[in-house]
C-alpha cells in the first residue's frame, strides 16, 4: 500500500478546489512575461501564500515551458526551510506520494535511494507533515510541467558545501533543482527593497554564503550558487516584489524573489514582443 503526504495548507496558502486552484495557477502561468527564453537547470521561488507570492512563483515556472516536449518526465529536486522543527542535516519524508488537490506526485525512487545514501541527509515524516514551504511548489509543477517526479527535502542546519555536495550528487540532465526561499521578513518596505536588491546582486553574481537573515532559506540558496558557479551557470533574476505589493501594508513586510539559472550552452533568446 502506497504511504501518501496528503495536503496541510490547502485551502489556506491555495485554494482547496481543484477546478479553482488550477484556473488560478494557469492565469498567472499565463501572465508570467519571462524576459529570455530558454530551458532551465534551476529555480529559485518563494513560498507564501499565493495571494502574496504566487505571481512571483509563477514567474520562475512559466519558463519550464521551454523544456523540450520531446524531454523525458523531468525529477524535480526541491528544497526548502522548515517553519517547525529544528533540524539538522537534510530530512526526507517517508512516503512514496505527495498529494495536492490536483492529484498525487510520485516521490523519486532512483534519487530518493540516492540521497538516503549521503551521510547527512536522514527521514523525518514529522518534520513534513506541516511544512508549507514545498507543498505550495507541487501545483505551479503540476500545471507546469505535467508528468514528474519528485524528490522533497527539508533543509535544516547544515553547511552550504553540504546542500552543494547533495546537489552535485543528485543533479543529472534529467533533475530539476529547485529552491525555496523568502526573502528578507518583517522590515519596513523601503529597507525590505534595499536588503532583497542586495541579496539579488549576490545570487546573480553567484556569491555565497547568504546571509541568515536576508532568506529563510539562505543555506540552500547558498549550496545552490556554490554548485551553479562551478557548473558555469547563468542566473537571471524574473521577479522581485513583496507582501507589501500584494497588501499594501508596508510596515512590516516579506520579500520574494524569481530567479531562474540557464546552463553556459544553452541559448537565450529574448522574449517575443506581442505583435499587438
Not at 49 to 58: E, I, L, T
Not at 116 to 126: I, K, P, Q, W
Not at 151 to 172: H, I, Q, S
Amino acid at each position: 500500500m502506497s504511504r501518501v503526504r496528503t495536503p496541510a495548507v490547502a485551502g489556506s496558502f491555495y485554494p482547496a478546489n481543484p477546478s479553482t486552484l488550477a484556473r488560478q495557477v494557469d492565469g498567472w502561468l499565463e501572465q508570467a512575461r519571462p524576459s529570455v527564453v530558454g530551458a532551465p537547470a534551476a529555480l529559485i521561488v518563494p513560498h507564501a501564500g499565493y495571494v502574496y507570492s504566487g505571481p512571483v512563483a509563477a514567474a520562475a515556472y512559466a519558463t519550464l515551458r521551454a523544456l523540450p516536449p520531446s524531454r523525458p518526465a523531468p525529477r524535480v529536486l526541491l528544497l526548502g526551510p522548515c517553519h517547525f522543527l529544528p533540524l539538522r542535516g537534510v530530512v526526507h519524508p517517508d512516503v512514496d506520494a505527495l498529494c495536492t488537490p490536483l492529484g498525487e506526485v510520485r516521490v523519486d525512487p532512483e534519487l530518493h535511494r540516492r540521497a538516503a545514501r549521503l551521510g547527512h541527509v536522514s527521514a523525518s515524516m514529522e518534520a513534513h507533515e506541516l511544512e508549507h514551504s514545498l507543498e505550495v511548489q507541487l501545483p505551479f509543477l503540476q500545471r507546469a510541467l505535467g508528468a514528474f517526479t519528485v524528490l522533497p527535502l527539508l533543509v535544516g542546519r547544515t553547511g552550504a558545501e553540504d546542500v552543494a555536495a547533495l546537489l552535485d550528487a543528485l543533479w543529472a540532465p534529467d533533475v530539476l533543482p529547485v529552491v525555496t526561499s523568502d526573502l528578507s521578513h518583517h522590515l519596513p518596505y523601503e529597507h525590505a527593497r534595499r536588503v532583497d536588491q542586495a541579496t539579488v546582486e549576490q545570487v546573480l553574481a553567484l556569491r555565497a554564503p547568504l546571509e541568515v537573515d536576508n532568506a529563510c532559506c539562505a543555506v540552500a540558496i547558498s549550496g545552490l550558487l556554490l554548485a551553479a558557479r562551478r557548473r558555469g551557470l547563468r542566473p537571471v533574476l524574473l521577479d522581485l516584489r513583496s507582501s507589501g505589493d500584494a497588501s499594501g501594508e508596508r510596515a512590516g513586510v516579506v520579500g520574494y524573489g524569481a530567479f531562474v539559472f540557464y546552463p553556459p550552452t544553452q541559448p537565450l533568446h529574448p522574449r517575443p514582443e506581442d505583435s499587438s
